[in-house]
């Protein structure tokens, strides 16, 4: 089965930039999400990307996908102490209704 | 709106116990699903709805068994509640089969001791 892999933790500066990152092993994902989680809350969607797409950009917010090397990256750029949370990487499974999630990185800014 | 409900916050079971978890959402959508988060694993799949009247198996649906009987509400049962049943349960909701956002509940945290 489909399997996402991501680093536990990330520690940043603030105001520096932070790169989140994923592999993954199934090639047929359309979809692909990053989700962020602050500590007692849901999960809420960041962005998503496209599969025929290599960049996308919203914000402070930029998405890398490297469908060769079956990588996806989050780049946070001027993090700030409210970035603080665990951000999931997602796919979904190319034959069925279904989210893959990664483990979560823990992300933690500090002065 | 509200947005998607889960009741209760916290609870704290023995094992053998049964409960519900309760989730709602006031968004309309067809798509419901439940997750659970264990430290180190990510969200896995329980259960998951396509619209009232239809469920079916996730990553991980054993101990637990869900119904949709109208398009609001996906209550999870734990039959007879085991320690590896304690987690943190999310149910989220979408109008698209995962394929746009999903918007979660804030997430039941259970304990089976």
């Known amino acids: 089965g489909e399997d996402v892999e991501q680093s536990l933790f990330l520690s940043v500066r603030e105001g520096d930039s932070s790169v989140i990152n994923c592999t993954y092993t199934d090639s047929s994902s359309t979809y692909l999400y990053w989700y962020k989680q602050e500590p007692g809350a849901g999960l809420q969607l960041l962005t998503y990307?496209?599969?025929?797409?290599d960049m996308k950009q919203d914000q402070r917010l930029t998405v890398l996908l490297n469908k060769k090397d079956k990588h996806l990256s989050l780049r946070i750029a001027d993090t700030q102490t409210g970035d603080s949370a665990i951000y999931f990487c997602a796919l979904r499974d190319g034959g069925y209704n279904k989210l893959i999630f990664g483990a979560g990185t823990r992300l933690a800014v500090h002065p | 709106n509200a947005g998607v409900t889960q009741t209760p916050k916290f609870q704290v079971l023995k094992t053998g116990q049964s409960m519900t978890l309760q989730c709602a959402q006031d968004m309309n959508h067809e798509y419901m699903s439940w997750y659970r988060q264990d430290p180190g694993m990510g969200l896995r799949l329980i259960h998951y709805?396509?619209?009232?009247?239809?469920?079916d198996q996730g990553e991980v649906p054993n101990g637990y068994n869900v119904s949709r009987s109208t398009t609001e509400d996906f209550p999870l049962r734990l039959l007879s509640a085991a320690p590896s049943q304690t987690s943190v349960y999310f149910c989220?909701?979408?109008?698209?089969?995962?394929?746009?956002?999903?918007?979660f509940g804030p997430g039941t945290r259970l304990t089976v001791t």
């Open positions: 990307i496209f599969s025929n797409m």
């Open positions: 709805s396509v619209g009232a009247g239809i469920t």
């Open positions: 989220a909701s979408s109008d698209h089969p995962f394929t746009y956002e999903q918007y």
